[in-house]
């Protein structure tokens, strides 16, 4: 395999669901970059940078650096968030929430984060339902963004789902795509095999705890969830009440890649 012509890039891959509605969220973050003519490592610059992220959030919000950040235990006013000792309030957790997702800018580049949903009830995607359509159609969305940006690519899953490996294995050679074509593909066919061959290695499962991106996939992952379930009118009360479906339209537009996942909030709904 040769080194594409724009570098490397790494997905940081985490869901949320209720076994009614599954959401999966990618991040996608530069790895290796030509920059005046050589090639660099740039990934420890984001990694500063994301240090540098949870600094000022700790300032702003009292959240410390090495508090590991879930969205469903933090909009819920659970895990000791303020000051690494207190629960935040419901109120309270709701305004630090949007206040994260608000500066995800300072932390993630451009076009940098795509969304894929589905429902427990929608047709099959390829002989996949559930959580195994949502990944299938965002690895769908992944190999779009990396064939089109150029550029090679790696994943990492948060831990807990040892079927992402199978699946992502099976997408690396055979991946079925559909066309936006009235027509289909060449010979007028509904689909054509677009594997993640330009994804260089294995599925990898990251410990979220030590991970600032895959905890950030876990924010968006999560805010996306809630606003599933709004459409769905299946917010509890108190989730009504603070109008946490409106929590991932906090995210900036400049970080949704609406090239892959068209819909004006970057989320491919399934069904």
Known sequence: MKLARNGIDVFYIDESNDQRSYVLAAITIPMMRMVEGEWHIVWPDRLRIAREWRRLMNAEVKIPPSKELHGNKLISGRGNFYKGLHNFDRAKASGVYRSIL????????????????????????????????????LMQRMRTQS???????????????????KLYRQAQVYLPTGSRQADGWDEGHSSKNLPLSMFFKDANEKNSKHCHFTQIADLVAYSAFLKIKAERNELEPWQEQYRLGTLCDEIPTSLRNTLVSPSRDGIKRLG
């Open 102 to 137: 608000r500066n995800l800018d300072q932390v993630l580049p451009p076009a940098s984060i795509m969304v894929t949903s589905a429902r427990r009830e929608a047709t099959a995607l390829y002989g996949r339902t559930r959580l195994e359509a949502a990944l299938y159609a």
């Open 147 to 165: 064939a089109n940006r150029q550029v090679n690519a790696m994943a990492f899953f948060d831990q807990g789902h040892p079927e992402y490996r």
